[in-house]
């Protein structure tokens, strides 16, 4: 059995991070998948989608500012868009995850959660999520 769903996430700056969890597991719980996988994807050069704490505020910030360091905006970049620092972040953090489905719902620890990585924005973005595996 395997479902694809597609949802928007509009971001209001650059280096936003988006809780995008709720989102995911109604698509998980809609898709009648019981046992299998889910992987979500955002299909943008731009942006990225990780797993991270969800309890603590400062966490996003505290990441945000570690990839603001690793790649800060520098005059000698060359590309014409002036946004070789968001590209690198994307890189370095990716445009998947895959996550285990068990029992109908994500298997996600007690203080995880699905964040939407904005680098670039403010923008309207999608994000594709497709869950495979056995019937409920």
Request: proline share 4%; net charge negative; hydrophobic share 40%.
């Amino acid at each position: 059995m395997t479902s694809l769903a597609t949802f928007t996430v509009h971001t209001t700056r650059k280096n936003e991070w988006l809780n995008i969890s709720g989102d995911v597991r109604k698509i998980v719980a809609a898709s009648g998948v019981g046992e299998g996988i889910c992987v979500v994807f955002v299909p943008h050069t731009t942006a990225a989608v990780t797993v991270n704490e969800n309890a603590d505020p400062d966490v996003p910030r505290d990441v945000l500012l570690a990839l603001d360091a690793i790649s800060p905006d520098r005059r000698e970049f060359h590309h014409s868009e002036g946004n070789s620092a968001a590209h690198t972040k994307t890189s370095l953090v990716g445009p998947s995850i895959t996550l285990i489905v068990t029992g109908g719902a994500l298997l996600l620890g007690t203080w995880q959660g699905i964040w939407f990585n904005e680098y670039d924005g403010p923008r309207t973005r999608k994000v594709h999520v497709r869950v495979l595996g056995e019937a409920i």
